[in-house]
């Protein structure tokens, strides 16, 4: 089940939002804030985060790029009254996926969502994957977006080989690149970050 987070200081529209997701099967987490929203990511994944551009302190559009600086990739739909060219420019710039002018009809809202989650969701298998492909495929598809270092990778796929050094990683990537085919390019390598599935 996906989970997104919904940033708005509009404790209203937070309620509608949450009301008519939860309608629709999703899980949805709130924040009155930039500074709470990015509290909430630093131990929850989520699958898509909704996002206010105009609120007290830490901007939408700041939080969406210290979220990128950080190799953070989940998507984010901008919702904002601001819906102008210049802003929506300046949302897309900061790492946006969609943008969405309030007004809004939930119904679009809603195919946005599923437009963006369907191009973030795991990729198809093409060939059969050994235990510990499946389990690394498993591990970049937990949290889209997100860089896992390959220490990280060693400890949750090797936790007590301590034979296995880094460049095990290496191989056991480019081989599930390759048998996921044209799929295998939205695993990537982020120097300083790691491995991430976009």
């Known amino acids: 089940m996906s989970r997104i987070l919904v940033v708005d200081d509009e404790e209203d529209l937070r309620d509608i939002l949450r009301f008519n997701l939860e309608g629709e099967g999703f899980t949805v ?35 969406a790029c210290l979220l ?46 599923h437009a963006v989650l369907r191009r973030s969701s795991p990729p198809a298998v093409h060939n059969a994957l050994t235990r510990r492909e499946q389990l690394i495929l498993d591990l970049l598809s937990s949290q889209p977006g997100r860089f896992f270092s390959r220490g990280e990778i060693l400890q949750t796929i090797w936790p007590d080989d ?25 695993i990537i390598n982020k120097t300083g970050f790691g491995y991430g599935l976009v």
């Open 68 to 113: 990128r600086s950080r190799g953070d990739l989940t998507p984010i739909i901008f919702l904002t009254a601001l819906g102008d060219h210049d802003n929506q420019l300046r949302g897309f710039l900061a790492g946006a996926d969609d943008y969405v002018a309030k007004p809004f009809a939930f119904d679009t809202l809603l195919a946005r969502i």
């Open 29 to 63: 987490l709130t924040s009155s804030s930039a500074e709470e929203a990015l509290e909430t990511l630093s131990t929850t994944s989520c699958s898509l985060i909704i996002l206010d551009v105009m609120m007290d302190g830490i901007s939408g559009i700041d939080m």
């Open 162 to 186: 301590v034979l296995v050094g880094e460049r095990s990683v290496d191989v056991h990537i480019a081989r599930l690149r390759k048998k996921l085919g044209s799929d295998g390019a939205r």
